[in-house]
């Protein structure tokens, strides 16, 4: 029996245990995660060099510290994006937490880490006379190796006061009366406050509790699009001055949102597996010496669909699932070979000034991706090619694909907490957050609530 227990060790699992023993230490706290430890999260794929994984859990998504742990470490505090936190805990609530949640960061090895800010700089302005909107954000870019380090100085301090145990994935939750019992393969546990904090992996598994316990959810949303990498001479003026830049664009064609996500200078590509489908994505280091010569980012094509229809992901899933088919993994595609109607080969590629940092199989990304997407997604490299000349070069590279799954909106109220008493869902799989900023806030946000109680 236990006063609390966390399912899922992500960012928000992770700070939301912070708070709880930092202010209240008594606690009998229990933590179950699915993945592995932070010193054993390994990907096969970059240790071995395996082609194909069959890994029962992703040590690149799953584990301590979540898919946060291995990604790029930017924490963007602000309400325009990353999340709808502020719609159920108030506007400055939301932004409060995430400096707190930046004021953790710091004390926890990040104090080096520099913040950006898009509020001074001359490139909202250049922008808005090409149709392009810099969205307004702090950013705090932590990078890949001090990201870790945070990470583990976060178990460091946690890991003697409550109870956290690896490679146990939760099977079932029932609940009798006012106690939950948890069960997972090796045994089951007992507890009245049950946080579910599983991030983005845990979609298909929050989706099924949900509808056990007739909690009311809704997901309409999926994003697809590309990963561009380039060379970081063509986006420094940029890169250097705001580090992240969100830009968001209105296509004529279609007048659909395309928007950068998730840039990365000096960094490179990687890939995402998400079960039996593998995506890709983006990330830099701190360290100078592990810089590339390039930076990476993702052009999403946001995708709202409307009744009947309402597996998003499912959609997303089978682009991915095409692209994997076809390129078996990653297909990469020339710029200037998709404009031409033709497929990068690899007499193409041998040609290409812009060096790959992933390895991936040329082909044609007019085979997977929808026309309306792909049309989107050319028009808007055209449009930053005003702002970053060099842009719509033909040896700029487009990696396929890159979707980002949205959790099912989870019906909660402003403490997070379901309709069933003592059940708070919180984090990414929750559908409120989908940044790590978000995230750690809503953690620390649970945890006032429940020491209060």
């Not at 490299?381 to 990696?399: F, M, R, S, V």
Request: aromatic letters at 8%; proline letters at 2%; charged letters at 25%.
């Amino acid at each position: 029996m236990y006063d609390i227990i966390i399912v899922g060790a992500g960012a928000a699992g992770v700070f939301c245990a912070y708070e709880l023993v930092k202010n209240n230490p008594d606690q009998k706290i229990l933590m179950l995660e699915k993945g592995l430890p932070l010193e054993k999260r390994k990907c096969p794929k970059k240790t071995l060099g395996v082609k194909e994984c069959k890994c029962k859990t992703c040590s690149i998504m799953e584990g301590f510290y979540g898919a946060g742990g291995f990604s790029d470490g930017k924490y963007n505090i602000t309400n325009n994006f990353g999340g709808d936190l502020y719609d159920y805990i108030g506007y400055d609530e939301a932004l409060d937490l995430m400096w707190e949640v930046d004021k953790i960061n710091l004390t926890m090895g990040g104090q080096e880490a520099k913040l950006y800010s898009t509020g001074n700089s001359n490139l909202k302005q250049e922008a808005l006379k090409h149709d392009l909107h810099l969205l307004d954000a702090m950013v705090r870019h932590l990078g890949t190796d001090r990201n870790l380090i945070i990470a583990s100085n976060m178990y460091d301090f946690i890991k003697d006061k409550i109870d956290i145990e690896f490679l146990s994935e939760v099977t079932d939750i029932d609940k009798e009366e006012d106690i939950f019992t948890v069960h997972t393969l090796k045994q089951s546990y007992k507890t009245k406050k049950l946080v579910v904090a599983t991030g983005r992996t845990g979609s298909k598994w929050i989706g099924n509790l949900c509808n056990k316990f007739n909690i009311s959810t809704k997901n309409n949303r999926v994003d697809i699009g590309v990963r561009v990498e380039l060379p970081a001479l063509v986006f420094k003026h940029i890169t250097d001055e705001v580090y992240e830049s969100k830009i968001v664009y209105k296509t004529e064609k279609y007048n659909d949102l395309v928007r950068t996500f998730c840039m990365n200078p000096y960094g490179e590509v990687v890939t995402e597996n998400y079960g039996d489908i593998t995506t890709v994505n983006g990330h830099s280091y701190a360290d100078p010496k592990l810089h590339t010569e390039n930076t990476n980012f993702a052009l999403l094509v946001s995708n709202k669909f409307t009744e009947p229809f309402k597996n998003s992901n499912e959609y997303g899933e089978s682009i991915a699932k095409l692209s994997n088919m076809l390129g078996g993994g990653v297909l990469m595609q020339r710029f200037g070979d998709l404009v031409k109607g033709r497929r990068s080969s690899e007499r193409r590629m041998k040609k290409c000034f812009t060096k790959p940092t992933l390895e991936a199989t040329p082909g044609d990304l007019s085979l997977v991706i929808p026309k309306r997407q792909l049309d989107n997604i050319i028009e808007m490299i055209y449009a930053l090619d005003k702002i970053a000349p060099g842009t719509a070069n033909e040896d700029t590279l487009l990696y396929g694909v890159e979707v980002k799954f949205y959790n099912s909106n989870i019906e909660v109220d402003s403490n997070l907490e379901t309709k069933v008493k003592g059940l708070y869902v919180l984090g990414d799989c929750s559908g409120v957050t989908h940044s790590l900023s978000q995230a750690a806030a809503s953690g620390i946000h649970v945890a006032r609530i429940l020491n209060k109680k």
